[in-house]
């Protein structure tokens, strides 16, 4: 069972930056396409940004432009970079399969932007 353990949220200002990663467990982390996921209080889950396994991403069109994702096959992680950001992008952050998530969700990490 693949399980995931993200990280690197925390409390940043408007017009600020984070960099999540997601790390997994499992040698099969390489065929998977990835997602970041997000859920803001009382909101459903929604798929932020995806990336194939040779790098081909998408991502939610209130993101484009701020957000980037990527990944490193080699070392199973795939990573959030986050610029810019608005306090509507105040969320608990997961990673998982994409489009559908298939895997375990790990605990998520936080993300408030308030000044």
């Known amino acids: 069972q693949v399980q995931l353990v993200e990280s690197g949220g925390g409390l940043v200002q408007p017009g600020g930056s984070l960099r999540l990663s997601c790390a997994a467990s499992g040698s099969i982390f390489s065929a998977y396409v990835m997602g970041w996921y997000r859920q803001a209080p009382g909101k459903q889950r929604e798929l932020v940004a995806a990336?194939?396994?040779?790098?081909?991403?998408t991502y939610l069109d209130s993101v484009k432009g701020r957000f980037t994702i990527s990944r490193d096959n080699a070392k199973n992680t795939v990573y959030l970079q986050m610029n810019s950001l608005k306090p509507e992008d105040t969320a608990d952050y997961y990673c998982?399969?994409?489009?559908?998530?298939?895997?375990?969700w790990g605990q998520g990490t936080q993300v408030t932007v308030s000044s």
């Open positions: 990336v194939t396994s040779g790098g081909s991403t």
């Open positions: 998982n399969t994409s489009p559908r998530a298939t895997l375990r």
